[in-house]
């Protein structure tokens, strides 16, 4: 199973644009999934479009193993230790 298609789709609620993920492979499975700009996440947008030029056409299975070797390999939480570790700094300094 690979990934054919990856569009971002917006609407606008007045008061916030909602933003959705649709990621469709080439058997029909379609995924979805929603994200925010607008607390902090600006430009996420535009990092989901480079990302899918990438993305087609790779198969599922081995993106995901990609993903689970990152998260086992601790980078996720070693971003986390940083954000602690900078708490810590401004507290004592």
């Known amino acids: 199973m690979r ?3 990856i ?3 917006h609407c606008d609620a007045g ?5 959705f993920l649709k990621i469709t492979t080439d058997d029909g ?3 979805w999934s929603e994200y925010n700009e607008s607390y902090g996440s600006q430009g996420l947008t535009a990092v989901i479009q480079k990302l ?3 993305l087609i056409g790779l198969e599922i299975l081995r993106i995901c193993l990609k993903a689970l070797t990152i998260q086992r390999c601790g980078f996720i939480q070693a971003a986390s230790h940083v954000q602690r570790l900078r ?3 401004q507290r004592v300094g």
């Open 29 to 31: 499975v379609v995924g």
């Open 7 to 9: 569009e971002d789709l």
């Open 3 to 5: 990934i054919a298609r």
């Open 52 to 54: 899918a030029e990438r």
């Open 15 to 19: 008061w916030r644009t909602w933003s």
């Open 87 to 89: 708490l810590l700094e």
